[in-house]
């Protein structure tokens, strides 16, 4: 059974700063890993989406990178802002047709003013 | 691209009643939609992976006669939360897979209240 833990559970940094999230699986046979945002009371917001066969995906200050062999994928966020205070979710895509989602436990990120 | 539209956004309801979410994709055909389930401050939890045109999957420990789950075309699924109880009070997500580039795509969700 595919296990997804993400490091660390809570951050509080100053804005500006440049950080990193790390997301761990225990099955490497993953079909894509996809990471989202959550703000409180709020949906699931798509960051970054990583097919199996790449290692990496940028989106503006977001940069994600995968490494099935060793089961792990970051995020980096780069010169953090307040706005980007939120919970961020991890997501790994179970091989095979039911392409399932096992989601980790989130890293809830507070950026201070 | 690649929207999910989730109705109604919150729903407060009196224990016994029944309670339908709707999840509807916008912009694209979903033959699959999921069922989650959110309790404060912890994770996303499966509750049935819901089918165009057949029975929904659901999830060990998830009461199929509680959360009826109608999947009747490529664009539309609905949960519906049958004699509600207060412990059923809780956050409900619905999402779909975009064969594009947009991987799951996730409404923005219903927390329902019974009172």
């Known amino acids: 059974k595919q296990e997804v833990t993400q490091i660390p559970a809570a951050l509080s940094v100053p804005e500006g700063e440049n950080l990193v999230l790390n997301c761990s699986f225990t099955d490497s046979a993953i079909y894509n890993l996809q990471w989202f945002r959550q703000d409180p009371g709020k949906g699931l917001t798509s960051l970054l989406l990583i097919q199996s066969s790449q290692r990496e995906q940028t989106s503006g200050r977001l940069n994600a990178s995968l490494d099935k062999s060793s089961g792990r994928s970051t995020l980096y966020i780069a010169a953090s802002q307040p706005g980007d205070s939120a919970t961020y979710l991890c997501?790994?895509?179970?091989?095979?047709?039911?392409?399932?989602?096992?989601f980790g436990s989130g890293t809830q990120l507070t950026v201070l003013p | 691209g690649a929207v999910v539209s989730q109705h109604p956004s919150r729903v407060i309801c009196k224990s016994g009643t029944s309670v339908k979410i709707e999840c509807r994709s916008l912009?694209?055909?979903?033959?699959?939609m999921f069922w989650y389930r959110q309790f404060p401050k912890k994770s996303l939890m499966l509750m049935a992976t819901?089918?165009?045109?057949?029975?929904?999957?659901?999830e060990q420990g998830v009461e199929k006669d509680k959360f009826l789950i109608n999947h009747a075309s490529l664009t539309l699924s609905t949960l519906t939360v049958t004699s509600a109880h207060p412990e059923d009070s809780s956050f409900y997500i619905c999402s779909a897979v975009n064969r594009g580039r947009y991987g799951y795509t996730f409404g923005s969700g219903t927390r329902l209240t019974v009172v």
């Open positions: 819901s089918n165009e045109g057949s029975k929904a999957t659901y």
């Open positions: 912009d694209f055909q979903a033959t699959t």
């Open positions: 997501a790994v895509w179970a091989s095979g047709s039911a392409r399932q989602l096992t």
